[in-house]
């Protein structure tokens, strides 16, 4: 279970490169006093028979490079304040279903050490950022309690509509956390995935996870 | 999978050199009725299309649609291994990510085998109207290489004109000028020698010969070539592709956007 603190962040990983190739010459300019063919034939979208393989290949040579470079796609996504739950992140771009959304990056320790640092951030008052998954046949957490310059532990919850799901990731044989959209995500629309809790006591303390 | 047979592989030879420096990277679309590219070059001025049917090579084979994106000077290099009068053979599996080139040399035990990685371009693709032409000239290739080769001495840009039963190519540069003028001939002898206008409206409109040397490179893949021309349309230049036989495989047309017209606004 994760409840929301409020921290300014300052959201500056990488830039997203994969979208920048484009073309210069197109459009309706001229070169060298020479029409464009383009002025002539209409542009059709080209349907890409691209192999339902090749695309998947693609996406995860994508989740490794961020996996591995530890960024987001930053150009994708800004964060905003959500009036009632701090922190959200709003997706900038159109993302496909089934795409890679970003990472739950934090810290990966076992299940023992994430209970006692439980204890520890209560007592702080810290909110709670822990993801328990199991890989392996062991339990372990994703710690992500640490402001960062990630967006993932900004998403919010909800188990009613969200629009990504949370998937293990395995790159230099150790497990991620990645999202990926259920569902073609708009412009505009905030990033949801549901938290997955299922204590009652933690429901009933945060009526949230069940009405949103 | 795809897997296409041809025992007359400096075919593939010739188209490969007819596009290979007017388009670094395409794509092959093949489906069951054959082989088939378009590109623009890398300027947006001109487009290529080429079409093989499936019926023209020896042994064809296409279980789905693939779309094989690659470097074309790559697969031209590899194509250079092979020998004029090797038979070339083709083959693709449907999820792979390269070609498998076979070159089995005539009459001798000998095969080799080239792989070419295949990419994942996202290309444009233009719709062409099937537009009847002001004028189509068809004329020996040879000599319309040849005209655009002398006339690129003289200028950068090549005035096409045609009216009555000629057609002509004029130039000017800083160093002076120069036409060149045919007239229809009919050599019932020799029908590639022959030059035939037809012409519903004269025309005159201006092109950069940088492209049609290009264009001509696709020379030794037809005794004949045809220009056909519209006003204030693309130039089209095709070639269309026999083999020893005489029967038809296919063609290469370019698409030449004209120059802009110095009168214009």
Redesign the interface.
Known sequence: MKTKSRKKENCNGRNNTTNSSL?N??GNG?????????????????T????A??LAA?QEKLITYYVANQCDPIDSFYVVDIKGKGKGVISATQIPKGHFVCEYAGDLIKKSEAQEREKMYELEGKGCYMYYFTWGGIHWCVDATEPSSRIGRLINHSRKSPNCKTRLFIHCNKPHLIFTALRDIQPKEEILYDYGENDKTAIEAHPWLNTT | MFEAKLIQGAILKKILDAIKDLVNEASWDCSSQGMSLQAMDTSHVSLVAVQMKADGFDKYRCDRSVTLGMNLSSLSKILKCAGNDDTITLKAPDDGDKITLVFEAKNESETSEYEVKLMNLDSEYLGIPDTPYSVNVKMPSHKFQRICRDLQQIGDAVTISCAKDSIRFAAKGDLGSGTVNLCQTASADKPEDSVSISMQEPIIQSFALKYLNHFAKATPLSPQVSLSLSPDVPLVVEYSITDDDGSDFGYIRYYLAPKIDENDD
Do not use: D, Q, W
């Not at chain 1, 029409?35 to 209409?42: C, G, Q």
């Not at chain 1, 890409?48 to 192999?51: A, F, I, L, Q, Y």
């Open positions: 073309c010459n197109c001229v070169k060298n006093g020479n029409h464009l063919i383009t002025e002539y034939f209409p542009t059709l979208s080209r890409r028979r691209v192999t393989k090749a693609e």
